[in-house]
């Protein structure tokens, strides 16, 4: 069972990275909220532009090591709702918007230089999910 819903999850990823990949063939089931978690740290970890965080710019990889790591420290907190509980609109509220040290705004600087709140990034790559799986 484990392995079959890695097998899925990966593919779904790997769809998700090629925006022009049509998932609908695959998502006869609604992607869980982990997944749909998952599928958000792809996105930054493919994302081409930088991502800001306390006035540090950062690469992809860099960024979507850093959610993960908040997302995995989060999960283990006194005050976090359960694991089953997590949304993927949680995740960004909570985990990936701001800084949990200063609690300045994450930022994306898009390729073409316009900076946009990460929030607003990422709720626009959640609807992408949402309407291709859902």
């Not at 979507?64 to 949680?90: G, V």
């Amino acid at each position: 069972m484990k392995l079959h819903l890695s097998v899925r999850l990966s593919f779904i990823l790997f769809c998700l990275s090629f925006g022009g990949v049509s998932l609908s063939a695959d998502c006869t089931n609604p992607l869980s909220e982990e997944q749909k978690i998952e599928a958000l740290i792809q996105s930054v970890k493919g994302l081409d532009g930088v991502f800001i965080r306390n006035g540090s710019e950062h690469n992809a990889k860099e960024a979507s090591d850093h959610l993960r790591m908040k997302l995995d420290s989060a999960k283990k907190s006194f005050f976090a709702p359960k694991e089953k509980d997590w949304t993927a609109q949680l995740f960004i509220e909570k985990v990936a918007s701001k800084s949990s040290l200063s609690g300045d705004p994450y930022q994306i600087k898009t390729k073409d230089g316009k900076t946009i709140l990460a929030q607003v990034w990422l709720k626009k790559e959640l609807d992408k999910i949402n309407l291709r799986c859902n």
